[in-house]
């Protein structure tokens, strides 16, 4: 299915049709797999012409070819299934284009390559996900390149004043944001920040490119390019997956960027194989409903967790406060809570252990999104490697337990819960 019609399609349509056309591949009604690392040219004249295309044509130029006339060249640049399921995400996201990498964190390490040079500054949202936070404190941070990050992404004059302080001491190229964060679920105003970016581009004639990791929610609960965003990164390994069994990541945006990333993924060597393109495209055209079903599990555990009296608190984005600030936000930028959350149960690490040690039917493992229902304890997993001291500054303690809610029957996992609570 092709052509501008598509684009007035809803989402729950276009990942079951959107990028694939039928008609080009022997009438297969499924995305067929392209189990090749190389293309045959069709003469030595189509070798020169395919290669002038891939490497000196603008991203508008390109786009206007038909595929079959651009021609692939070799798997680590491009192949079919690859752009399928680039095409299928940019209309999701509703962006010009779509780069898709083996994993989540080769999508944000391409951005920060493609868009940071030594000297800068980035701006960030609290707290990161684990990784990325050792990429911009560890890594990054050795190559001259400063984070600074945001105390409360709600508040203009917080944003405002971190935003200056990262600009005094270098050009501020990036702004990555993550909403909700991962694990704590707070909030970030995705608008607001976009029009503080705007702001420092006219007074300082450099605007940061503003990127939001999209993770915890998705396509189908939260647009941020609709909100301002210049790029919106998601980890495919987790929802769109969905089936805990791949390795992927995505980045939607205008074309420009995303040709940037493209041409940088093919020297990074970090393109998504045939197999996990094919793998995560099928797994697209379930998405919404296995977001939908683990959304409202997700939701009756929540209340269940937050009226147990083992539980000091539970961060689930549904439950702002009506009228505070996230809430307010929240109903602008977001169509659902997700299904995963954060929660904290008194008595520390040895109560959390405990609690963890004996649940029978949810999985303790890292990674969220996928119909299996999974819990963590992230001090000592996901944000192991993250400073202490910056660990506990943005609430992430030895009580923090992420669950990941899936798609089981929600009385099962409620039932789960209760009894590794109270079975002590």
Known sequence: MDGPAHRYLRPETLTVNAGYAPAAHHGSIKPPLFATSTFAYRSAQHAKDVHERYFRTTPPE???????ERGYIYARLDHPNMAMLQARLALLDGAEDAAVFNCGMAAINAITQAF???????????PLYGGTDGLLYGH?????????????ALDEAAIRAAA???AALGRLALVMVETPANPTSGIADIALIARVAAEIGRVRG??????????????????PLAQGADLCMTSLTKYAGGHSDCLAGGVSGAAGPIHTLKQLRTLLGSQ???????????????????????????RAVAEFLRGHPAVETVNYVGFQQPGSRAHVVFARQCRGAGSTFTFRIHGGENAAFGMLDRLRVIQMA??????????CHSATTTHANVPAARRLDVGIDDSSLRISVG??????????????????
């Open 116 to 126: 940071l040079r030594p000297g800068d500054t980035v701006l960030h949202t609290r």
């Open 272 to 298: 998504l194989d045939g197999h996990s393109s094919w793998m995560v495209l099928r797994s697209l055209e379930t998405m919404h409903l296995r977001t939908e079903r683990a959304g409202h599990n997700a």
């Open 62 to 68: 390109a786009e206007a070819e038909p595929e079959a």
């Open 366 to 375: 890292v990674s969220l999104g996928g119909t299996e229902t999974l819990i």
């Open 164 to 166: 200056e302080q990262a």
């Open 140 to 152: 990054l941070a050795a190559f001259g390149i400063t984070p600074f990050g945001i105390d409360d």
């Open 206 to 223: 450099s605007r940061p490119l503003v990127v939001v990791d999209n993770t915890f929610l998705g396509p189908f609960q939260q647009n």
């Open 407 to 424: 798609v089981e029957h929600q009385d099962d996992l409620i039932e789960d819960l209760r009894q590794a609570l109270e079975s002590a």
